[in-house]
């Protein structure tokens, strides 16, 4: 078994915990290219970005099986954070320009620095680097896959636990889902070049917005209204030339 053979294996064991305990395969995927052999620096940022888009990037059962987790195991939701944290970070170093005078750059660095070094050696085995990435990953797929089948174990926490997941599903926003509606009533404003990240994140604009989608029974319907209230706000900031 190839090492990501191996992250993929254990997603697909989840996927189908998910199908016995849920009635559906509520486990997203990720459209990313996979990375091939050899076991070098850029198949350990491949595992590293798909491993990001797995973990934060593919709706509501992984935020809510976190919460699972930490009802049931703290130890194990200690070290499912973890993991996170250590994903975010090495994908962050990768992939945005930060900056030595902002604290929080500064310790997003250190904190892969400092991974990076005792996982792989200085400079860094990249071989050694991919393996530990993969199992800490697959470690912390595992310990929520056992969680799951330990709801089964009672009808009633099973079906109580499948009511407040499907209410949750219906109700949480991950904050990327919102940057598509500012881009898409940016593009129908003809606003060019908005940053959306920094526009949804500054003025208390996320919070506002899950407020309003949690108004709404459907997803669908949810989108075509925050997306009209995000193009009232932008056109009466910066016009309307469409």
């Known amino acids: ?14 996927q189908a915990t998910s199908l016995a305990a ?6 997203g995927g990720v459209s990313l290219e996979e990375p091939n052999p050899p076991l070098d620096e850029l198949y350990f940022t491949k595992v590293v970005v798909w491993c990001y888009a797995f973990l934060f990037e593919t709706g509501v059962f992984l935020s809510f099986s976190r919460d699972l987790l930490r009802r049931q195991d703290p130890g194990a939701f200690r070290l499912f ?13 990768q992939t945005h320009n930060l900056r030595d005078d902002r604290e929080s750059d500064v310790k997003t660095k250190a904190t892969y620095r400092t991974w990076l070094v005792a996982k792989g050696g200085e400079p ?5 680097c991919i393996r530990a990435m ?9 310990s929520i896959e ?3 089948k330990s709801v089964q174990t009672g009808q009633w926490s099973r079906d109580e636990t499948a009511d ?8 949480h926003w991950e904050a990327h889902e919102f940057d598509r509606c500012v881009e898409s009533a940016a593009d129908e404003i003809g606003l060019a070049g908005l940053d959306c990240v920094r526009f949804r994140e500054s003025d208390g604009r996320l919070d506002r917005w899950r ?30 030339s469409s």
Request: with cysteine; proline share 1%.
């Open 1 to 14: 078994m190839t090492e990501f053979v191996k992250l993929t294996a254990q997603v697909s064991e989840l």
């Open 22 to 27: 849920l009635g559906s395969n509520e486990v």
């Open 81 to 93: 954070n973890d993991a996170r944290n250590i994903v975010r970070c090495a994908r962050t170093v």
């Open 124 to 128: 860094p085995d990249w071989e050694l």
């Open 134 to 142: 993969i199992d800490m990953v697959c470690t912390s797929l595992k």
């Open 146 to 148: 056992d969680a799951w």
């Open 164 to 171: 407040a997941y499907f209410l949750a599903r219906r109700n």
């Open 211 to 240: 407020k309003l989608v949690s108004l709404f029974d459907t997803r669908t319907d949810a989108r075509e209204a925050v997306q009209r209230a995000i193009r009232r706000e932008l056109s009466g900031l910066f016009g309307d």
